[in-house]
């Protein structure tokens, strides 16, 4: 149960946009050309907007965490990469406790480096201490499964499917407590044995006093982890509310 008394993220009336700048001829893509648009200060004649998120509100309470849904396109990566702080805010504002930890699927890990390696690193730049990652380092590989089927936790990355690196990346971030933790997609890789794993870490950081927002196009996944849902389309919020209600909406839209 959320503690109501405790907010951890405002949206008040956010938009996000993107502007694309530039034609398509190739002499103004030029390394040359950006140089002189950065030095004079002067937009190129063509400008192409995206308007991602529009006019978002809501507030996330300590304790909850919040399933995201809607069709492809919608906003939702866009409005967790908001929070984050990696997405300026046009209009608006949004306010977060802390700093805010987005986990993507796309979330860099190095290559050339072993899993191990990638541990450390990556518990180390969440600002656990160097005591801490050797405490945690063999939880994190055991939860992460990598070593099921041989030891390759330590060899380089890139001999890691994408989801054993999937898996990795959420066991890392999941490692620390967080006050914010923004999941986009994490929860969808990996066997149903690591799902049910991964789904009860997200638990318990919500029990650690901390709120979850959950990006998954697997709606069993947000019914299982979340217990309020934000359903965006179009870059509006078209629901919020209990999980189950809101699925019921999404999913008599989906049928039209």
């Known amino acids: ?43 190129p004649s063509a400008v192409r907007e995206v308007h991602a998120v529009k006019g978002v509100s809501f507030a996330a309470y300590r304790g909850e965490a919040i399933g995201l849904i809607g069709s492809n396109g919608s906003g939702k990566s866009t409005l967790l990469r908001a929070i984050a702080g990696l997405l300026p805010v046009e209009r608006g504002a949004i306010y977060a406790a802390g700093q805010p930890s987005l986990l993507g699927v796309n979330a860099a890990l190095m290559n050339d480096l072993s899993g191990e390696r990638n541990v450390v690193l990556g518990c180390l730049a969440m600002g656990m201490s160097p005591a801490e990652v050797r405490a945690q380092t063999d939880d994190i590989i055991k939860f992460s499964g990598i070593n099921d089927r041989g030891d390759f936790s330590s060899l380089p990355m890139r001999t890691y499917s994408s989801g054993m690196s999937a898996r990795l990346r959420f066991s890392i971030a999941a490692a620390k407590k967080h006050d914010v933790l923004l999941i986009d997609e994490a929860l969808a890789t990996g066997d149903a044995k690591f799902r049910r794993r991964s789904e009860q870490r997200v638990r318990d950081l919500r029990a650690e006093a901390g709120t979850v ?40 839209f989906m049928r039209k």
Request: aromatic residues 8%; proline residues 4%.
């Open 213 to 252: 927002f959950l990006v998954s196009h697997s709606e069993q996944s947000i019914r299982d982890t979340c217990e309020r849902c934000i359903w965006l389309e179009s870059g509006t919020i078209r629901g919020d509310g209990p999980t189950e209600e809101v699925l019921k909406e999404y999913e008599a």
């Open 1 to 43: 149960m959320a503690d109501s008394e405790v907010p951890t993220v405002i949206a008040d009336d956010a938009h996000v946009v993107y502007r694309v700048y530039g034609s398509n001829t190739s002499a103004s893509n030029t390394p040359l050309a950006s140089f002189k648009r950065i030095i004079t200060g002067k937009r």
